[in-house]
């Protein structure tokens, strides 16, 4: 090799190694640093009592069980893709407002997701429970509180886009589909009662 | 032959069989929803002994008439069919007339006498024991305190009727037909594709080497990416060095 192609070499790789250093730096600071993971973790974020204390205020209202017809888990088994677990399903309402707390599997394991509704809307979304440890995401703010005001189209559809999270696809579906779910059990009970 | 270009000819016929898995398993990790390679198992005998997949101990097993709940693992199991998994300790097991009821530590599971699942729910306290008094199911939680659901089971209430008389679900032994059958459903339903794709992407399935190989593949194609550049580098006077001029 002629000692321009070789010096034309060195200034090559050495500019390559350079950037390659400096990506790595950029990664490596403080910027970039390991997540907190306790409060990242997967877990019980919110009890029973505290999610129906959000929903209700101070006068919480007493459990009520509602048996499901064939028609309604019918609809259900439609909305999540699969058959809903369970032949009844307790809730509690106040007024026009009721809410629901409702497991859905998001790889493997149940996400428990409460979930209250207002006038045919949703009022409140929170994770209670998370078991696995991908998808937690879905407990943040920034996620839950798209889903307020949000109501079902006639073909049991949400009425308003809900922006996923990359990595928590999961996750995401599974919170989606029990805000359908919980939207299409008040409209059954409240329905009945009219 | 410049000698960056031989190192590329033969490190690129080494990396090929890599690359090619790779990129194989590479597509399909990025297609497992669609694709539902996290649904679909594969439970080749060979494959689950090299993974040591195999069924734990039973943590405990109550029986009650025909019915019997088995934990195995984490996995709790009705009659040999498997009921929930991420479960704690087993509590117990009583039937009614209507309805049968498993206690975990964690829930309670109520079932019609045909295994259909009426409810899942978690009590507070977390229950320690299951018994029946007549028809009546009791609940002791882990503070020594007594509950008594109503005949549809929905909501308990403090039992006022003491010890006496409850029937409490006892521990019984497995018998060796049913364990064998339970140590098949649960080794059966084998590792997910998607995980099977993951290890062979990322060379775990070679044991411990398999690992370092990847990253001897990883180091490899930085190497190829390297004397890639300096072969399409211009040289001076000659334009890219894949196409050098004849004199």
């Known amino acids: 090799m002629s000692a321009t192609r070789s010096e034309e070499a060195r200034r090559t790789a050495g500019r390559l190694t350079g950037c390659a250093a400096l990506c790595l730096a950029a990664f490596a600071g403080p910027g970039f640093g390991p997540p907190d993971a306790a409060a990242d973790a997967p877990g019980r974020y919110l009890g029973t009592d505290e999610f129906l204390s959000l929903a209700f205020g101070e006068e919480r209202p007493e459990a009520k069980v509602l048996w499901m017809p064939g028609d309604v888990r019918d609809a259900l088994a439609k909305i999540l893709g699969h058959p809903f677990a369970g032949l009844r399903v307790r809730y509690w309402q106040q007024g026009e407002r009721t809410a629901w707390i409702l497991e859905e599997i998001g790889k493997e394991l149940p996400i428990t997701i409460g979930v209250a509704v207002e006038n045919g809307q949703v009022a409140l979304v929170r994770i209670l429970e998370f078991r696995e440890i991908r998808g937690w995401e879905v407990r943040y703010p920034f996620f839950t509180d798209q889903f307020q005001g949000v109501a079902l189209t ?26 359908k779910v919980a939207l299409l059990l008040h409209e059954h009970v409240t329905s009945d009662e009219q | 032959m410049v000698w ?226 300096l072969m399409w580098l211009p040289r001076s006077g000659n334009g890219p060095r894949g196409n050098r001029r004849p004199r």
């Open chain 1, 154 to 179: 006639d073909r049991r559809d949400l009425d308003a886009r809900i922006d996923g999270i990359t990595g928590a696809t999961l996750s995401v579906a599974a919170v989606k589909g029990i805000a």
């Open chain 2, 4 to 229: 960056y270009r031989r190192i590329h000819r033969w490190l690129g016929i080494a990396a090929l069989l890599f690359l090619l898995l790779l990129a194989v398993t590479g597509i399909a990790l990025n297609h497992v929803n669609e694709w539902r390679l996290d649904k679909r198992h594969v439970d080749w005998p060979w494959l689950l002994d090299a993974y040591g997949i195999e069924a734990p101990q039973p943590s405990a097993s109550f029986a009650d008439g025909d019915h019997r709940a088995t934990v195995l693992g984490n996995r709790l199991y009705l009659d040999g069919q498997e009921l929930a998994r991420d479960i704690g300790m087993l509590a117990g097991l009583v039937t009614t007339d209507d309805f049968i009821v498993v206690a975990t530590v964690d829930d309670l599971f109520i079932l019609t006498a045909s295994r259909e699942l009426v409810e899942r729910r978690a009590l507070e306290p977390p229950p320690e024991a299951v018994g029946v008094y007549g028809e009546r199911v009791i609940v002791r939680s882990n503070d020594g305190a007594l509950l008594g659901f109503d005949a549809q089971l929905i909501e308990p209430e403090r039992w006022e009727g003491g010890s006496e008389g409850i029937h409490w679900s006892q521990v019984s032994p497995i018998p060796p037909d049913d364990l064998r059958l339970l140590e098949s459903a649960y080794r059966g339903r084998g590792i997910t594709i998607e995980r099977l794709l993951a290890d062979l992407h990322s060379g775990r399935i070679f044991t411990r080497a398999g690992p370092l190989l990847m990253d001897a593949v990883g180091i490899l194609l930085v190497i190829l990416s390297f004397t890639g550049l």
